[in-house]
């Protein structure tokens, strides 16, 4: 089985600052790699897939780059809107990362 | 406007059974894979099954294999997850979700809550 491991596990920041989360997979898995975001009491929202295409809708702060075992999602200005837990997810047997929750520090 | 409708969550007993459905709506369900994904009360997303557009193909994660079965019917445009054999450990949010043609999870329902408690 493919564990992806996510970092950090929580991210304390403000408006406007630039932040990155990582997933490490356990293995190679090409570029079929997805980031959704996860607002309390809600379901999960796709906002990257093959790991760097932005979903329609979804703000061009976001940004999702990487390949093989190591992948990053970027956002460029951190607006209140954005402030939730991030999962990436393999798509080769399908698990995802632990989770990152971006908090306002 | 795609739309997918989880029913079925209840509170069972440790070894009991239940059956989760999923109702599609809004878009060609013969079209796409759709998995169920779960969420323990506070906890992260952990993938639980796909089944494939004609239900040939099926896959488990480690944690259910053997006690779950996931199935469709296209006709009715929906998806179902037979859970047996329940443990305390799988109380969560469940969720169905369809698999875009981009290798993602496009659209998700809403979530049925399952309790499993004596």
């Known amino acids: 089985d493919i564990q992806m491991a996510q970092s950090p596990s929580t991210l304390s920041a403000s408006i406007g600052d630039r932040v990155t989360i990582t997933c490490r997979a356990s293995?190679?898995?090409?570029?079929?790699l997805a980031w959704y975001q996860q607002k309390p009491g809600k379901a999960p929202k796709l906002l990257i897939y093959?790991?760097?295409t932005l979903e329609s809708g979804v703000p061009s702060r976001f940004s999702g780059s990487g390949s093989g075992t190591e992948f990053t999602l970027t956002v460029t200005s951190l607006q209140p809107d954005d402030f939730a837990t991030y999962y990436c997810?393999?798509?080769?047997?399908?698990?995802f990362g632990q989770g990152t929750k971006v908090e306002l520090k | 406007e795609v739309q997918l409708v989880e029913s079925g969550g209840v509170v069972v007993q440790p070894g009991g059974s239940l059956r989760l459905s999923c109702a599609a709506s809004?878009?060609?369900?013969?079209?796409?894979?759709i998995h169920w994904v779960r969420q323990a009360p506070g906890k992260g997303l952990e993938w639980v099954s796909i089944?494939?557009?004609?239900?040939?193909?099926?896959y488990y994660a480690d944690s259910v294999r053997g006690r779950f079965t996931i199935s469709r019917d296209n006709s009715e445009n929906s998806l179902y997850l037979q859970m047996n054999l329940l443990r305390i450990e799988d109380t969560a949010c469940y969720y169905c979700?369809?698999?875009?043609?981009?290798?993602?999870?496009?659209?998700w329902g809403q979530g049925t809550l399952v309790t499993v408690s004596s």
């Open positions: 979700a369809r698999e875009g043609s981009e290798y993602a999870l496009d659209s």
């Open positions: 809004g878009f060609t369900f013969d079209d796409h894979s």
């Open positions: 089944i494939s557009w004609d239900g040939s193909k099926t």
């Open positions: 293995q190679n898995i090409g570029s079929w």
């Open positions: 093959m790991t760097s």
């Open positions: 997810q393999q798509f080769n047997t399908y698990s």
